[in-house]
């Protein structure tokens, strides 16, 4: 079974920073991988999405980077602003199933 | 993107009642849908797996004679869940596949439960 750890749980970070975000998985069978962005109390916002033929996707200052032999992806934040203070979820798609990270708490201080 | 809508998105009940969650994909059809749920800062977890035409596949531990899934439809998938307990509060998303194993998020529903 697929098991998704995401690594730091929380980070608190001053504005300006670049950050890394952490995401592992157990199975290197996927078919693709997705961060996601979820505010609190609110549902999911589609970050980036990473095909298993792919190594990294980028939108605008987010670039995530996919590494499937070693079950590894990250998500690289440049220039953080306080309206990045989200949850961020990593998620590897299998066949037919998705299975989520739990998360890691992104504040950004002004 | 795809859209993917999801009614209600909160609601409230009593102790002992039934509630029925919509998931629509508004744009395209989906042969498969997905139901998940999210307690209080945790990660969502996947309850069951909707085919159109077929009985839903639930995980382990999801009780499915309390969370009634029926997908009637290439566009609808509904969530019942029945004799709604306190301990069944929690966010409820689902979400369409697509092609390319892509999933569709709705924008979840938060159920209360007295």
């Known amino acids: 079974k697929q098991e998704v750890t995401q690594i730091p749980a929380a980070l608190s970070v001053p504005e300006g920073e670049n950050l890394v975000l952490n995401c592992s998985f157990t199975?290197?069978?996927?078919?693709?991988l997705q961060w996601f962005r979820q505010d609190p109390g609110k549902g999911l916002t589609s970050l980036l999405l990473?095909?298993?033929?792919?190594r990294e996707q980028t939108s605008g200052r987010l670039n995530a980077s996919l590494d499937k032999s070693s079950g590894r992806s990250t998500l690289y934040i440049a220039a953080s602003q306080p309206g990045d203070s989200a949850t961020y979820l990593c998620?590897?798609?299998?066949?037919?199933?998705?299975?989520f990270g739990a998360g890691t708490r992104l504040t950004v201080k002004p | 993107g795809a859209v993917v809508s999801q009614h209600p998105s909160w609601v409230i009940c009593k102790s002992g009642t039934s509630v029925k969650i919509e998931c629509r994909s508004l744009?395209?059809?989906?042969?498969?849908m997905f139901w998940y749920r999210q307690f209080p800062k945790q990660s969502l977890m996947l309850m069951a797996t909707?085919?159109?035409?077929?009985?839903?596949?639930?995980e382990q531990g999801v009780e499915k004679d309390k969370f009634l899934i029926n997908h009637a439809s290439l566009t609808l998938s509904t969530l019942t869940v029945t004799s709604a307990h306190p301990e069944d509060s929690s966010f409820y998303i689902c979400?369409?596949?697509?092609?390319?194993?892509?999933?569709?998020f709705g924008p979840g529903t938060r159920l209360t439960v007295l």
């Open positions: 199975d290197s069978a996927i078919y693709n």
């Open positions: 909707s085919n159109e035409g077929s009985k839903a596949t639930y």
């Open positions: 998620a590897v798609g299998g066949n037919n199933d998705m299975r």
């Open positions: 979400s369409a596949l697509l092609l390319y194993n892509e999933q569709f």
């Open positions: 744009d395209f059809q989906a042969t498969t």
């Open positions: 990473i095909q298993s033929s792919q």
